[in-house]
């Protein structure tokens, strides 16, 4: 561990922590419907689209109606992306002459996309021509992300709202979101990434002749316009199979640094909108550094981990810290930052290859998945699941005080308490069995390209990432082929939408429910006590996931390399 590296995560964390209340500021405009300086240039783009689609922006849905309608336009979006892969060899923008994707693989990609985790079975390079990128794929990377910020601002409306029957409009939600935030500020960032050296680009390919004299053909495409959305939408899909280890995702140092915060950018804004949304910030607050202390725990570890370097490799005479599968632009600390980074929001793009992680700093990616991808999460989707976290905490709280349990003003009795168990199951259940079934039958164990203890962490955290909906790899699995792509697709729309629609309902609930006032009595929700708790349920119910696994996976690997065995 260098000071250098220290200081580079101070940084990150001090510049994050500045920009928390503006952005939270911004998205507090658009919960509200408020205008903004962007509405007199994109306002009318806002109301010809309302008339085109018949849509008024003014009608409230309730919790069903407003699922029914989120449900039937990603089902829509999922199947547009279907045909758009399936029929990819006879499409335009096809430069390359590549043919469709297989119809398991173009069923994986499609509902990765459409679930915000951009699981990728495939290498982009090698198989998605231009068009599919752009149009099966980059659309997914601002509508996912514009979904999940949308269910989030319906759960802060339930929250916030007083006897009311509806919690916002889908539909405007959405649009909102989309157009006053997401796109303005990929153009910005995409031009950014344009000037650091990101192709933009419909040129499919470039040859030209390397310093060795020989002949070399470069793969291009319109990648900054892809890579804005997919970092600052916490998507992760990258355009070439190496992600932002390659030079022309993530070319700079400087890029790298602002990468990484645009990953986190607007989940810790929405901890700020939720307190402002239920009228005291300091619930926001709350919330964020709760998820700040399960960050730094992690990234301390990833990097002292990484850091130490590998045993075996020190047995042999070679010293210092764990570079296998890093880039050398960035090293140690920005690699084991990013992998930390990537994986506490529901990002999944990496600058470094988590299976070459040491068992103990690759335990951390693992491990911030299967909180629940909470730790700062996805976009709308980190707070939310948050949200869930604190509902089981205020009733362990309401047990120990004895008495109803109280949030924000709102009585949280039984209904939300099992709807937040069902919702929070989800995890656990579907990772360990979907892992089960794999590592028993002969198509899961012809996955993995390492044995033992590593090639069972890499099922794992295949089936973690998916039901998690992030997206990273232990990239030795393969996970192309019919069993994995299937498998992995069911856990992935079950991980998104078997979360939702309980959220959705509590959401409704709680909208219904009159306002009650704090008393001497109830349990305080805003200070280091209510924190620490918080944390502590985390832990516990991440945990559920963790342990039964810990053993045969990260565990068993370290105490491998310890006694000297390579994977």
């Known amino acids: 561990m260098t000071i250098q590296g220290w200081l580079l995560i101070a940084a990150f ?54 699922a029914l309608h989120m449900l039937v336009f990603n089902l829509a979006l999922l199947l547009l992306t279907y045909a758009v892969l399936r029929l990819q060899g006879l499409l335009p923008l096809n430069a390359g002459g590549l ?45 996912s992300a514009a979904t999940g910020i949308a269910l989030a601002f319906a759960l802060f409306r339930g929250f916030a709202r007083r006897s009311a029957g509806g919690i916002g409009n889908f539909w405007t939600d959405v649009t909102r979101v989309t157009l006053y935030l997401l796109l303005p500020v990929c153009i910005v960032y995409a031009l950014f990434l344009i ?68 990953i986190f950018a607007i989940g810790m804004g929405l901890t700020w909108t939720f307190g402002k949304a239920v009228g005291n910030p300091r619930q926001g607050w709350a919330i964020l550094a709760a998820m700040m202390t399960l960050f730094l725990i992690g990234v301390t570890v990833a990097y002292a981990q990484e850091a130490a370097g590998n045993p075996v490799l020190h047995q042999l005479g070679a010293m210092g810290g764990n570079m296998e599968g890093k880039e050398v632009r960035f090293g140690i600390a920005a690699s084991a930052l990013f992998a930390t980074v990537t994986t506490a929001a529901s990002c999944g793009a990496v600058n470094a290859m988590h299976d070459s992680f040491t068992a103990l700093g690759g335990m951390i990616p693992l491990f911030n998945i299967q909180l629940g991808e909470v730790v700062v999460g996805g976009v709308g989707a980190g707070i939310y699941g948050f949200l869930l976290f604190a509902i089981l905490a205020v009733f362990v709280a309401g047990l120990m005080v004895g008495r109803t349990p109280e949030y924000v003003g709102k009585k949280i009795e039984s209904r939300e308490v099992k709807l ?15 892992t089960a079934v ?29 039901v998690g909906n992030n997206g990273s ?22 991980g998104r939408f078997f979360v939702i629609i309980p959220m959705l309902a509590i959401a409704g609930g709680l909208a219904a429910k009159r306002y009650t006032p704090e008393t001497a009595g109830s349990f305080p929700t805003t200070g280091p006590l209510w924190t620490g708790l ?27 390399m310890v006694n000297g065995q390579l994977f």
């Open 13 to 66: 964390v001090g510049i994050l922590l500045a920009i928390t209340k503006p952005v939270g500021l911004w998205l507090f405009a658009l919960y509200e419907g408020r205008a903004t300086p962007l509405h007199r240039v994109l306002g009318p783009v806002e109301r010809g689209f309302y008339r085109l689609s018949g849509i008024d922006p003014k009608e409230e849905q309730g919790w069903r109606r407003y």
């Open 99 to 143: 043919p469709g994707a297989s119809a398991d693989l173009a069923f994986n990609t499609a509902v990765s996309f459409t679930t915000n985790t951009n699981w990728q079975s495939y290498g982009g390079e090698s198989t998605m021509s231009n068009l599919s990128q752009m149009l099966g794929l980059a659309i997914h990377n601002f509508l």
């Open 195 to 262: 000037a650091s050296g990101v192709p933009q680009t419909l040129a499919s390919s470039v040859d030209l002749t390397t310093l060795e004299g020989a002949r070399q053909t470069l793969t291009l495409g319109p990648v900054a316009s892809q890579e804005a959305i997919k970092m600052l939408g916490t998507n992760g899909g990258g355009f070439f199979n190496a992600n932002s280890a390659h030079p022309f995702e993530n070319p700079t140092a400087l890029t790298n640094f602002v990468q990484m915060l645009s």
């Open 420 to 434: 937040a168990v069902l919702a929070i199951a989800v995890l656990p259940l579907t990772i360990l069995g979907l």
């Open 438 to 466: 794999a590592t028993v039958t002969q198509a899961g164990l012809a996955g993995p390209l390492n044995k033992g203890p590593h090639g069972f962490s890499e099922i794992l955290y295949a089936f973690t990432s998916a």
């Open 473 to 494: 790899a232990f990239a030795g699995l393969t996970a192309n082929t019919p069993f994995y792509n299937g498998l992995l697709g069911v856990a992935m729309w079950i």
């Open 534 to 560: 918080l944390i502590g349920i985390v832990l516990i119910v991440g945990g559920l996931t963790f342990l039964p696994s810990l053993a045969l996976g990260p565990i068993a690997d370290h105490l491998a």
